[in-house]
């Protein structure tokens, strides 16, 4: 699979998605206090993602 979500714990003990494609990190959230938290992150991101506009800034 070229993609996936990853959840990993940060130097600061908490819980961050990141988002590889090809082996290169996409971008990566905000830290989460626990791994439900960060799960939930994914699933919004799987289900807001594709409406999201694109913007120049």
Do not use: L, Q
């Not at 990141?18 to 791994?35: C, D, L, P, Q, V």
């Amino acid at each position: 699979m070229a993609h996936k979500f990853e959840i990993y714990k940060d130097k600061a003990g908490e819980y961050r998605v990141r988002f590889k494609y090809n082996s290169e990190t996409m971008f990566s959230t905000e830290g989460y206090a626990s791994k439900a938290s960060a799960i939930n992150a994914i699933e919004s991101i799987k289900k807001n993602g594709p409406d999201a506009p694109t913007v120049e800034v």
